[in-house]
């Protein structure tokens, strides 16, 4: 079975600086991939980032990276230049890996992220 | 390209009456989720077909719930009876098997079984 766990129910971070939300998570499946979603306030969930757990280089899209360490099974996300629009639940989520079969996401509890102006 | 369509937003309905969720997932995508979203218990797998097949419904809660998918572009989550407890909000999502199996949620039904 895969677990996701996220420590931190809320995190604060002032504008323009940078912030990273932790996730660990567990997993006998050899492939797997790890993914970011963010939920703000009106609700919908919105896919940030991708890391496929053979990937080499750490994902990067924007502003978000990923700060993969496997042996640690941890999947951190980082957030550059924080904006007020980054406020919002961020989920840390799991499932199979790139081009796999296993189609099921296991999520974390998320963290609510508030950016301060 | 429309993302995945839900309706209604909002579902507010009293203890015993049967209650249906729609979903329209995007075009081309060969499987589809249903999640159920509480504050108690997180973002809850409860569904997930493939290929309009039900490849794994553990997570459906109990002979209450039902789901079906009886073409590519469309599925339905049938309560029935509602209850209080299953007040929450429901996401469908769908996906493509590429290269990030990234699911692309729709924006979720509010339900309110009073």
């Known amino acids: 079975a895969q677990k996701i766990t996220q420590t931190q129910p809320g995190m604060f971070v002032q504008e323009k600086e940078a912030v990273t939300l932790d996730c660990t998570y567990d997993?006998?499946?050899?492939?797997?991939?790890l993914f970011w979603y963010k939920q703000p306030s009106s609700g919908e969930m919105i896919f940030l980032i991708y890391q496929g757990s053979y990937d080499q280089q750490n994902a990067t899209e924007g502003r978000y990276s990923l700060n993969f360490q496997k042996a640690r099974k941890s999947a951190n996300l980082v957030i550059s230049a924080s904006q007020l629009g980054d406020s919002a639940m961020y989920f840390c989520?799991?499932?199979?890996?790139?081009?796999?079969?296993?189609?099921?996401?296991?999520f974390g509890k998320g963290t609510l992220l508030t950016v301060n102006p | 390209d429309a993302g995945v369509i839900q309706s209604p937003r909002h579902e507010v309905t009293e203890m015993g009456q049967e209650v249906t969720l729609r979903c329209k997932p995007i075009?081309?995508?060969?499987?589809l989720f249903w999640y159920r979203q509480t504050m108690m218990r997180g973002l809850e797998l409860l569904i997930y077909f493939n290929n309009n097949v039900p490849i794994d419904d553990s997570g459906m809660p109990e002979d209450r719930f039902s789901a079906k998918m009886p073409n590519a572009s469309f599925s339905t989550l049938k309560i029935q009876p509602s209850e209080p407890r299953d007040s929450a909000v429901y996401f469908c999502?769908?996906?493509?098997?590429?290269?990030?199996?990234?699911?692309?949620f729709g924006p979720g039904t509010r339900l309110t079984v009073l």
């Open positions: 989520a799991m499932g199979g890996a790139s081009g796999g079969s296993n189609y099921k996401l296991t």
């Open positions: 997993t006998s499946d050899p492939s797997y991939g």
């Open positions: 075009s081309g995508h060969n499987s």
């Open positions: 999502a769908s996906s493509l098997k590429s290269s990030y199996n990234e699911q692309f």
